[in-house]
């Protein structure tokens, strides 16, 4: 599953394939998530995507349920920064690590920004042959910085 560039290309009759494809019940709590997900531009922890999708009826139970059979399944990254918080974002199940890219981490904020796969060169010898399969930046963002 290819990522989208804006929400607007969110296509659920895609993301119900998705999920047949990972041999995974196609259910409107998973949609949701999935969904959700899709729309987000980094990684969000279960407390935040609990929040968005309360309204919507769906307690963090099921959310967490659904985060843990979608990243089984290869649909959804997890990913810990450090701070003992799980955070999710989508992901390509036939990449797997090689769709692995850093990520900057606000110490204000909290905030996760994906960034793009070239944003993080290693040069060093011991990182030659290597298999990266996550990096973190941490630092104060824009945000932050001009508060």
Do not use: Y
């Not at 769906?58 to 399944?73: C, G, H, P, Q, Y």
């Amino acid at each position: 599953m290819k990522r989208a560039s804006k929400p607007s290309e969110i296509d659920e009759a895609q993301l119900a394939s998705a999920l047949r494809g990972a041999h995974l019940r196609v259910t409107l709590p998973r949609l949701a998530v999935l969904r959700e997900l899709w729309r987000t531009a980094g990684a969000v922890s279960h407390a935040d995507l609990t929040g968005r999708l309360s309204p919507h009826g769906i307690d963090r139970v099921t959310v967490w349920r659904n985060l843990m059979a979608l990243s089984e399944a290869g649909l959804v990254a997890r990913t810990d920064l450090g701070d003992h918080t799980w955070r999710f974002e989508r992901a390509d199940p036939n990449a797997h690590a090689a769709d692995a890219h850093p990520h900057f981490v606000c110490v204000d904020c909290r905030k996760v920004t994906c960034l793009p796969d070239d944003a993080v060169f290693l040069s060093s010898a011991a990182a030659r042959g290597a298999i990266v399969l996550e990096v973190q930046l941490k630092g104060r963002c824009g945000a932050c910085l001009t508060r």
